[in-house]
């Protein structure tokens, strides 16, 4: 690992002080945070075990929220060193962190990823569009001209090209970044097809932010939890179910599901990275500075984290299903990393 410069040595040095005392009562790393992180996560805390013969991280699936609520939570061995999200962190969870005194946080963009809708190799071939997609889970659509609550129970209500099967997709709750991903890049983009409802986006602001996010709670969209797995195993069960998760997840199980087309694009490694595919969204870890020298091998695993053998192109999370970043981008966050560079995006 590079040197780092005397100031950050400085902070980190007062910081273990402080925390010293506490901070020793646990020789685990703690990482909260998304589910799509999770696997990534979980990968480098076995390649850094397996390595470096110290305790195996402690990693917990809590979704992106639920870390940040975690990860913000303070200072002290009580506390999470790093947390995993699918989203960048919004400027209220920097509020809370800098509130509880977590005021020393890197933000860490791993790579990407693709946001997918998938289902049982043994269901019917499914291409949607992003309008399709909006009109079987929002609570609210629009029926010739009239915005009324959603009517459809079968695919084939939708658009008659579609599967004569009723409409059950499992997907993230609320305190999930896939979920919040998911309605950023399908939901609103779905709902902006509608003449009605695109014109509130004008009119009433908040009222077609209401619309264009909220999911139905009638019986066809069905909130699985944190664990995609759940989600999986669901789809394994049952061939006309689709769910929502990150490509990693689909990578892995390629062998019992397959991915439904969006607006003509299936997701893929390529397909991400170039942009094809519509829905995609970067990954980040955000580390918790005043824990580093205190914590027993934490920057040794968040350097393994960003070395070339994990998040490469040809590291072992892409063979996971991570979409690397370019050269340049890799580079710059490696640095960021090892500096312990701060975040300062909501503080200008």
Request: proline share 6%; hydrophobic share 40%.
């Amino acid at each position: 690992m590079k040197t780092r410069t005397l100031t950050a040595i400085t902070a980190f040095a007062l910081a273990s002080t402080a925390l010293a005392g506490a901070a020793y009562a646990r020789d685990q790393i703690r990482i909260v945070g998304s589910s799509t992180v999770f696997p990534y996560t979980q990968a480098v805390a076995e390649q850094f075990a397996g390595a470096s013969g110290m305790a195996a991280p402690v990693v917990e699936s809590t979704g992106t929220g639920g870390g940040m609520q975690i990860f913000c939570g303070g200072v002290g061995a009580e506390h999470p060193d790093i947390t995993g999200a699918s989203r960048a962190m919004t400027k209220s969870e920097y509020e809370l962190c800098t509130k509880n005194g977590v005021d020393n946080i890197t933000e860490v963009l791993i790579g990407y990823d693709g946001l997918t809708i998938s289902h049982s190799v043994n269901g019917p071939e499914v291409n949607l569009t992003s309008a399709q997609v909006f009109q079987a889970l929002a609570s609210e659509v629009e029926v010739n001209g009239a915005l009324v609550p959603n009517p459809y129970k079968r695919w084939n209500e939708i658009d008659p090209s579609l599967p004569d099967a009723e409409i059950q997709v499992f997907g993230p709750p609320p305190t999930s970044g896939t979920r919040d991903a998911f309605v950023e890049l399908v939901m609103h983009v779905g709902c902006n097809e509608f003449e009605t409802i695109a014109a509130l986006e004008e009119s009433d602001e908040d009222a077609w932010e209401q619309v264009c996010s909220r999911m139905r709670q009638d019986g066809p969209f069905v909130e699985a939890g944190e664990n995609d797995n759940i989600i999986v195993q669901r789809l394994q069960a049952d061939p006309n179910a689709l769910g929502i998760f990150g490509y990693s997840f689909l990578y892995e199980n390629t062998d019992t599901l397959k991915p439904v087309k969006i607006n003509g694009v299936s997701p893929s490694l390529e397909t991400i990275a170039d942009g094809s595919y519509p829905v995609s969204r970067p990954l980040f870890v955000y580390i918790k500075n005043a824990h580093r020298g205190v914590i027993p091998g934490l920057d040794e695993f968040v350097a393994e984290y960003v070395s070339e053998e994990a998040f490469g192109p040809d590291g072992y999370l892409p063979e996971r299903g991570l979409v690397a970043l370019p050269d340049a981008e890799r580079e710059a966050t490696r640095e960021a990393v090892v500096s312990g560079a701060h975040f300062t995006r909501y503080t200008n």
